[in-house]
């Protein structure tokens, strides 16, 4: 991480914790937005003004990529990965994308010399500043589906003014029991905050299996963000979260229609393209803390990488 602009060589993956051992989040940092000026600008620029700086490994980052694809934002906002393994300077750019930067976190002081804490992804960059406009991915989930609504060319609203209550209440259910609620598992480092995280996993996961026993999308009749919010966890836990944070109750493939909402989704290109096994994997095992040898494990064999393609 950084302090006061310095990368600390003594980085290690590992987020603060409370007393009891508790997983704690940092709060992000840049939380600025597009305004509709610059949204103008967009329109007629020949080349997109903005990146999105992201990991395939990263649940958060891959909420903004499907967001973007799904509204059909491609030409507007570019993108930039990293490599799935997170190495002692943080996220390496990938190849092709290190024209500015070796390392993610030079963005974060090429935006304040004098910053303090963790290099993150996804962040959304300014071209022409070279700045990080924001790196919160629910403010950025919320910058493609409202500060750019004129430039979908998909013509689908992620956040409906009259479902925008249900959305938050059920973004709030699953936020802290399951999308946080993994990590809160794997990053435990006391019994106690573990058999918490883990039970709030469990309990979340019956309460959806008994709510897609009704429905097709996780609010409303339409995909929403909620959807998005909800996939990105499904989709990383089999992969990852059951062996390597000790999820391990059950699989995702063992619910019946939390896997037919999860194949329902894949089915949808804007999922499925956005969905990397190889990085998933790579990227979760490498953490070092959590499995110091780095190896990777061969399987699982998922019935839904039929979605995948040559991508897998
Ligand atoms: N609040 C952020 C969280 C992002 C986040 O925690 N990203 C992780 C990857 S999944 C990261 O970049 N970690 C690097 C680090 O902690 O140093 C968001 O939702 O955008």
Same mark, same amino acid.
């Given at each position: ?38 949204? !103008?600008?967009? #329109?007629?620029?020949?080349?997109? /003004? &903005? $990146? ?8 958060? +980052? =891959? ?34 994308? !290190?024209?500015? #930067?070796?390392?993610?976190?030079? /963005? &974060? $002081? ?8 963790? +290099? =993150? ?192």
């Amino acid at each position: 991480m950084l302090v006061n602009g310095i990368w600390q060589d003594k980085w290690q993956p590992v987020q603060k914790q409370d007393e009891q051992g508790r997983f704690l989040r940092q709060t992000s940092s840049f939380r600025e937005r597009i305004s509709a000026e610059q949204v !103008n600008c967009m #329109a007629v620029s020949t080349e997109p /003004l &903005y $990146t999105l700086y992201v990991a395939y490994i990263c649940p958060w +980052a =891959t909420r903004t990529l499907i967001a973007r694809s799904l509204l059909g934002l491609e030409e507007y906002i570019a993108v930039k990965w990293v490599e799935p393994a997170l190495t002692d300077y943080g996220w390496k750019l990938a190849d092709g994308a !290190n024209d500015i #930067a070796t390392y993610m976190h030079e /963005l &974060y $002081t090429q935006t304040d010399s004098e910053f303090s804490g963790r +290099a =993150t992804v996804p962040v959304i960059w300014d071209n022409h500043k070279g700045q990080i406009i924001n790196n919160e991915s629910a403010d950025i989930l919320d910058i493609l589906n409202t500060d750019l609504e004129s430039l979908k060319q998909h013509k689908l609203d992620l956040k409906p003014t009259e479902l925008s209550e249900e959305i938050s209440w059920f973004n709030e259910r699953i936020y802290h029991s399951f999308n946080n609620g993994v990590y809160r598992a794997g990053f435990a480092t006391s019994q106690q905050a573990y058999c918490e995280a883990y039970e709030d996993v469990f309990e979340t996961l019956e309460w959806l299996e008994e709510r897609f026993s009704k429905r097709v999308y996780a609010v409303g009749k339409h995909i929403t963000e909620s959807d998005i919010r909800l996939f990105v966890t499904l989709v990383r836990f089999d992969l990852a979260y059951y062996g390597l944070f000790k999820t391990n109750k059950k699989r995702i493939s063992d619910y019946p229609n939390i896997s037919a909402y999860l194949n329902r989704l894949l089915s949808i290109p804007a999922f499925s393209m956005n969905t990397r096994v190889d990085h998933i994997k790579q990227g979760y095992y490498s953490i070092k803390q959590l499995n110091p040898n780095g190896i990777v494990p061969e399987g699982p064999e998922l019935s839904w990488f039929k979605y995948l393609g040559e991508r897998k």
